[in-house]
């Protein structure tokens, strides 16, 4: 839906505030993308970020929206009795439950780095979802990772997940598969226009992740190229990071 596209910070901002769009809406989703897949959504993460298996872990989320995720997140780390820390607008923020345990910070990350100090060489989980794109668009994504590197204590896991890589979705809809999967959801017999050649300008590639992985491992983390799970909405053109603080 073009409602949902070349959105930044201050636009879900407004639209937490619009009662006229549902809770996936809010942060940027056709009710189609997310419902009845959250909880699936939500194995993958806890199955890559095991540290949420763990009692007594120090979690953050950077961008959790108001939709059902931030939710479960919240439910999980009650029951293992964490700290939470919840990082987004302060409009979507008061969507979100207040729990013993839960943190809300509310501002844009990376630039509340001040307010994150007392946290640096804390958090053993960081979840970034579904975010990652608008951070490499309004803000350094570079500081974005150092910051979180700083944060992430030893043994500490960050999940940059649900990754949209325009490489990877090229590459999709080149194949046999994607042009079925087109053809089907279009309701069209045309073939997908793929231009591998084309530079898209504020659009996240492989050269992109690639260098996500390179500077994480060269500030002494391991990191990882993940595939989603099949049963995810966008696994087929979507990808995460992990990155681990030995």
């Not at 890559?48 to 780390?77: E, F, T, Y």
């Not at 194949?175 to 045309?190: A, N, V």
């Not at 390179?214 to 696994?235: F, I, N, S, V």
């Not at 979507?238 to 603080?245: A, F, N, S, T, Y």
Request: include cysteine.
């Amino acid at each position: 839906m073009a409602v949902f596209d070349d959105i930044g910070y201050e636009d879900f901002r407004r639209m937490a505030m619009d009662e006229s769009l549902s809770a996936h809406e809010k942060i940027g989703f056709p009710d189609a993308y997310r419902d009845a897949h959250e909880a699936a959504i939500f194995a993958d993460i806890a199955s890559k970020l095991s540290n949420l298996s763990r009692p007594g872990q120090n979690v953050l989320d950077i961008g959790p929206g108001c939709a059902g995720l931030p939710r479960l997140l919240i439910d999980a780390c009650q029951q293992r009795a964490h700290s939470l820390v919840l990082v987004d607008s302060p409009e979507m923020l008061a969507h979100l439950p207040d729990a013993s345990g839960v943190i809300k910070l509310p501002g844009f990350y990376p630039d509340c780095d001040t307010e994150l100090q007392p946290w640096l060489g804390r958090f053993d989980a960081i979840l970034c979802y579904s975010v990652f794109q608008y951070i490499f668009v309004e803000a350094s994504f570079w500081k974005f990772l150092d910051l979180s590197i700083q944060l992430l204590a030893p043994g500490g896991q960050m999940l940059i997940g649900d990754i949209p890589n325009v490489s990877k979705r090229k590459r999709f809809f080149a194949s046999e598969t994607g042009i079925r999967f087109h053809q089907e959801f279009m309701q069209t017999t045309e073939v997908p226009d793929v231009d591998f050649l084309a530079v898209e300008s504020g659009k996240i590639d492989d050269a992109v992740i690639l260098g996500v992985i390179m500077r994480a491992r060269a500030q002494g983390c391991d990191a990882y190229w993940l595939p989603q799970g099949a049963a995810l909405p966008m696994a087929n053109r979507r990808e995460d990071v992990l990155i681990v603080k030995p």
